[in-house]
């Protein structure tokens, strides 16, 4: 099923999913781009989905629900327009499965819809990377990550953010060694000169790129106790140490 790309802000992607029955919206942040897509293309859509609350996400939910006359699925009460609460689990929407994870770490609450083989992660996997901790732990984040890493190879990752070029940056300094880094880098380098999106990965790319979905491998354990001596090989600890040093990477 074909997802569309609306850029928003300085580097936030809002999806449009359609299927053969409808369309959905993933995490707007505003309304404006969306209306303008819809228009262009002569599509309306059947529903809004949100990964968490934050409002570079969820800034154009209830302009959009409300002028399409659509209901609006998230978490909990904190997705403005909120209309069906979801929770781990299954979902049917306009005769299509999906399912909804639970993945908290960057909020506590933040959720992931998983759908033929293609992921809405929101904050919590990105290209090479993962959110920050604004309200999960490290233990929260480090065993959502594992959650969508065990997801097949070919799932479509389709993050919120066009952060991969510094995520790759980032992961070539924790991973040196590591030639898939240097191979994707380069690729990454030229879709962003063509000003195409990086996007969507795919989940074997993840776990062959991503420092944060590696906190078991040698090269990785090692460049987290250079940051932190007192790190240890504990994977959780060593997924907290490369994202307090990633906190802080430029």
Not at 66 to 90: D, K, W
Not at 220 to 232: C, E, K, M, Q, V
């Amino acid at each position: 099923m074909p997802v569309h790309f609306i850029p928003a802000f300085t580097d936030n992607y809002i999806y449009v999913a359609e299927t053969p029955k409808g369309a959905w919206i993933i995490d707007p942040g505003c309304a404006e781009p969306v209306l303008d897509w819809c228009a262009k293309h002569t599509l309306r859509p059947s529903a809004i989905l949100c990964t968490h609350h934050h409002a570079d996400h969820t800034g154009g939910v209830e302009a959009l629900a409300q002028y399409f006359g659509i209901p609006v699925y998230g978490a909990n009460q904190r997705i403005p327009g909120l209309t069906h609460a979801v929770a781990e689990g299954r979902l049917t929407l306009d005769a299509e499965m999906l399912t909804v994870l639970e993945v908290p770490g960057h909020t506590r609450d933040h959720i992931a819809y998983w759908w033929k083989n293609v992921l809405f992660c929101g904050d919590t996997l990105f290209a090479a990377g993962c959110g920050r901790l604004f309200e999960g732990t490290a233990a929260q984040m480090f065993h959502s990550l594992q959650r969508l890493a065990a997801l097949p190879d070919h799932t479509a990752v389709y993050c919120a953010h066009e952060y991969t070029l510094t995520n790759l940056r980032f992961a070539a300094q924790a991973d040196p060694e590591n030639p898939v880094i240097v191979q994707r880098q380069k690729e990454a380098i030229a879709q962003r000169a063509r000003n195409e999106p990086t996007l969507p990965s795919d989940m074997a790319l993840e776990r062959a790129s991503n420092p944060f979905l590696r906190c078991r491998e040698p090269a990785l354990i090692r460049s987290a106790n250079a940051f932190d001596p007192a790190t240890g090989d504990d994977p959780v600890r060593v997924f907290s140490a490369l994202r307090r040093w990633k906190d802080h990477f430029s």
